[in-house]
């Protein structure tokens, strides 16, 4: 089986850019109402708690650290701004505008990308940035396809990823990754990922190319 990841991430070119973001967290925040059903057990407002409770946690690792956060939002709606807003008050951070042309670039030059489950994530992985997962999202089997690489059935909790969001786990893989220089880093990725093969980066595209000359 050949796989093909991401077309439109394999057209960019990954360009060794100075890091301009400390920590940069893919936003995967919606305009819903809070009683919507998202499964039959899991109500919106139950994602959003589970989420704040992470982002609060996340809050206090900025400030214990001195770090600085960036909110990449994804709708570039003044009700998203306000939702981080009022979260993250009095501590060291901005909202950036979602910029679809851009988003690859940002990723490339961001020293640790944090998401849940984004698209944009997994993508900024096959690119070769450091990314931490964080699946606030694990409730029951009703969510389970928003576990971390679903539908491979990888452990819970791994190197980089875990569905732990207690704030000693938020500090302990934070930590854990951003420490790593890219050598090392590479190695844990080849390490997990070696055989599953779920996120890849191709320049130019060339499997897909090859494959649409033999059909």
Not at 15 to 23: A, H, V, Y
Not at 36 to 54: D, H, M, P, R
Not at 134 to 162: E, M
């Amino acid at each position: 089986t050949r796989v093909v990841w991401s077309i439109k991430s394999n057209t960019l070119k990954i360009k060794s850019k100075k890091k301009i973001f400390d920590l940069f967290y893919i936003s995967t925040w919606r305009d819903l109402n809070s009683k919507y059903k998202v499964t039959k057990s899991v109500s919106w407002q139950k994602i959003l708690n589970a989420e704040k409770k992470f982002l609060y946690n996340l809050k206090n690792y900025v400030i214990d650290n001195k770090k600085h956060l960036t909110i990449y939002g994804i709708h570039n709606s003044l009700k998203e701004k306000k939702y981080f807003s009022e979260i993250f008050q009095n501590i060291n951070w901005k909202y950036l505008k979602n910029n679809r042309m851009k988003s690859y670039s940002y990723c490339d030059q961001a020293r640790l990308i944090i998401s849940n489950a984004s698209t944009l994530g997994y993508e900024a992985l096959g690119r070769g940035s450091k990314v931490v997962f964080f699946n606030y999202n694990d409730f029951d089997s009703s969510t389970v396809s928003k576990n971390f690489c679903w539908p491979y059935n990888l452990k819970k909790q791994g190197s980089f990823w875990t569905n732990d969001i207690s704030f000693k786990s938020c500090n302990k893989i934070i930590d854990f990754v951003s420490r790593l220089n890219q050598k090392k880093w590479k190695r844990i990725y080849k390490k997990e990922f070696g055989k599953i093969n779920f996120v890849t980066y191709e320049n130019d595209n060339k499997t897909l190319r090859n494959l649409l000359k033999l059909s």
